[in-house]
């Protein structure tokens, strides 16, 4: 039991083990270089160097020829070891091939060879050196000297059947060259890593053996490519080839859209920079800040520099304004502070962008970032108004949208001469007071000032006005009195809403109120028109009065036809009109009280309508039967009796003498 026990604890310690072993290990990409040179003595009092610092740049374009220039220094360390500068390339078929210029190049024993040598080597695909045949890197001499700070020309070169070695100094004329068989046709770039699995690449790179370990910066050297590089790998490592013990290594990868834009890698005491056509190792001495003004710019018109920069350096240097990745103006300046401005005609439309890049007359580089600006059409002003027809004082919304021109842009809104509103924003309201058809126009000025205009008609009408139209003003209950509304002024179409006592009775342009109480009722319109504007009519009073009651009267003689006819009406809505008809013949007659002599005998009909002012009315009819016939019978016996009568008492009284 605790035997197992002790076995899971091992196991368990080996898998910790294991695991932090895992967690921290770095990438252990090593780089081929060139080797020190074969020993021409047996010893040397110098120390070996051991460790190799290479800081590179690895090319992802494949070229058939590959043709760069460096301006070489005279560098070394405390022991006198100085650098390499490499020109190497990778075929497709594995095979590397590196040229360059050394300075003080260490031999494998210690010591160097002093000043400045064309160096090559040759690598087999399987990473075995091959050329020269004795081993290490080789080295020819120049025809002539070649000085600290000169540029010198390194060339590999498909020719034939071989591969030629070519080193040229510009200043002095010195040549060196040599070839070797070419093993493939073309030179590969390196798409997917800064090398491959023996650690060759094509690329430039400044390399350096130290006795000790390095954490330091080399003296600047630039590269100079004759093609545009537009990616590329930034890498630097160091490590002891003779054991594989890597020291440090860092690699970033880089695109060059801004040809002349310097870009910077550090990693470990070491700096690299470049750019579309150049490459510096070592840290640069002279530095560049520029300060630029924003460009603003319309198509068609002069677009304007303006830029303030200072350099700092200690020598001449010439300075370059980069438009668009092409050189538009260059100079040279001894002047620290530079104030530029300059002019550009006809640029086409779209993004552009400028910078700055300097270089010293030692091939010192240094650049500015880009600076960005657009050149566009020119504006175009889109209105979108709220309404265009609205009232007097309304609120009137604009919306604007602009198409091309430079922003900001101010808007300005004109009636005639007039300034109306104006914003630096994409809306606006205002409010006219002039009523009828008024002309706007609305003008848009953007940064470049440029002025784009548009016409806006708008119709504005007065405020609405309204009247109630009616017939009377009382009623009796249960008549309908029909209410209509006259508007004139606003903007039509209206919206009636129709109030009684204050409270919401019914919608609609006519209103039938009914009446349904013996009261006064206030009746009121509320109109509001299309652009929302309210009114509130003046109220109408309405009396409401009960249905009128009527009484008639008549007396009339039998025998004459004599007739007095009178009406009494109580309640309803004075005054009251009097239709009198006898025998359904309508009388010349609208008094309450008539007299009348019967048309005819027998049985007559007088009939009488009662019509209040609000149009209530009431019928009433009276029957008269006239017999005239009658007076002429009972006359004659009336007589013979008052003859009789006075007969007899003449009788009685001579009786009674």
């Known amino acids: 039991m605790v035997l197992r026990a002790f076995l899971l604890i091992v196991l368990l310690a080996i898998l910790v083990l294991h695991a932090q072993a895992s967690f921290s290990k770095v990438d252990q990409r090593r780089f081929y270089g060139l080797r020190p040179f074969l020993?021409?003595?047996?010893?040397?009092?110098?120390?070996?160097?051991?460790?190799?610092?290479?800081?590179?740049?690895?090319?992802?374009?494949?070229?058939?020829?590959?043709s760069w220039n460096v301006s070489v220094v005279s560098q070394t360390d405390r022991y006198g070891y100085g650098p390499a500068y490499l020109l190497n390339g990778l075929t497709n078929a594995g095979w590397w091939y590196q040229v360059g210029v050394a300075y003080d190049w260490p031999e494998t024993s210690g010591g160097y060879l002093p000043g400045f040598v064309m160096v090559f080597e040759v690598f087999n695909s399987t990473g075995f050196s091959v050329f020269p045949e004795g081993g290490g890197g080789g080295a020819l001499n120049f025809s002539t000297s070649v000085k600290s700070g000169d540029t010198i020309l390194l060339e590999l070169s498909f020719s034939a059947t071989n591969v030629s070695f070519f080193a040229k100094d510009y200043s002095t004329g010195a040549v060196a060259h040599t070839s070797y068989f070419a093993h493939g046709s073309y030179f590969v770039g390196s798409v997917h890593s800064p090398s491959n699995q023996n650690g060759f690449f094509t690329g430039v790179m400044t390399e350096e053996y130290h006795v000790d370990k390095f954490f330091g910066s080399l003296k600047p050297v630039l590269y100079q490519s004759f093609s545009k590089i537009n990616t590329a790998w930034l890498w630097a490592d160091e490590y002891d080839p003779s054991n594989g013990t890597q020291l440090f290594y860092n690699s970033t990868f880089m695109r060059f859209n801004y040809v002349y834009e310097l870009q910077s890698f550090y990693t470990d005491g070491a700096y690299e920079y470049a750019y579309g056509y150049?490459?510096?190792?070592?840290?640069?001495?002279?530095?560049?800040?520029?300060?630029?003004?924003?460009?603003?710019?319309?198509?068609?018109?002069?677009?304007?520099?303006?830029?303030?920069?200072?350099?700092?350096?200690?020598?001449?240097?010439?300075?370059?304004?980069?438009?668009?990745?092409t050189r538009f103006y260059s100079s040279f300046s001894l002047s620290r502070a530079l104030l530029l401005n300059t002019s550009i005609r006809a640029l086409a439309l779209g993004e552009h962008f400028y910078y700055v890049f300097v270089r010293t007359l030692k091939g010192y580089v240094a650049s500015s970032k880009p600076f960005f600006f657009s050149v566009n059409p020119d504006p175009s002003l889109f209105v979108n108004v709220s309404r265009n027809v609205v009232d007097a004082g309304e609120t009137i919304f604009l919306h604007f949208g602009v198409i091309g021109g430079t922003p900001p842009y101010t808007e300005r809104i004109y009636d005639n001469r007039s300034l109306v509103a104006s914003t630096n924003s994409s809306s606006l309201s205002f409010s006219l007071n002039k009523t009828g058809l008024v002309t706007l126009k609305v003008l848009l000025k953007d940064r470049t000032n440029y002025v784009s205009e548009q016409t806006l008609l708008l119709r504005v009408n007065p405020d609405p006005r309204a009247q109630l139209v009616f017939n009377r003003s009382f009623s009796d209950i249960g008549v309908p009195l029909p209410i209509s509304v006259v508007v004139s002024g606003g903007t039509p179409p209206y919206s009636v809403n129709w109030y009684v006592n204050h409270t919401y009775a019914t919608s609609g342009s006519l209103f039938y109120f009914v009446p349904r109480d013996n009261a006064t009722y206030f009746v009121q319109a509320k109109i509001t028109d299309d652009t929302g504007y309210t009114i509130l009519t003046q109220a109408l009073v309405l009396r409401v009065f009960s249905d009128p009651v009527a009484f008639l009267n008549v007396t009339s003689s039998p025998f004459t036809g004599k007739v007095r006819a009178t009406v009494y009406v109580e309640g309803g809505t004075p005054p009251y009109r009097f239709a009198w008809y006898v025998n359904g013949r309508a009388l010349n007659m609208s008094s309450q009280q008539i007299y009348l002599t019967l048309p005819k005998f027998g049985q007559n009909v007088i009939k009488l309508v009662v019509l209040d002012s609000s149009g209530y009315s009431i019928t009433l009819e009276h029957k008269i039967n006239y017999q005239p016939y009658t007076l002429y019978i009972l006359l004659p016996i009336v007589v013979l009796l008052l003859v009789l009568y006075l007969t007899r008492k003449k009788r009685f009284n001579i009786c009674k003498a």
């Open 278 to 325: 150049g490459f510096v190792t070592g840290k640069e001495p002279i530095s560049l800040t520029v300060y630029a003004k924003p460009v603003y710019a319309d198509f068609g018109e002069v677009v304007n520099l303006s830029l303030t920069a200072f350099v700092q350096t200690n020598s001449s240097f010439e300075y370059t304004i980069y438009l668009d990745n």
């Open 39 to 66: 020993s021409s003595k047996a010893t040397s009092a110098l120390p070996v160097p051991v460790w190799d610092e290479q800081l590179g740049e690895t090319f992802t374009q494949d070229y058939v020829n590959l």
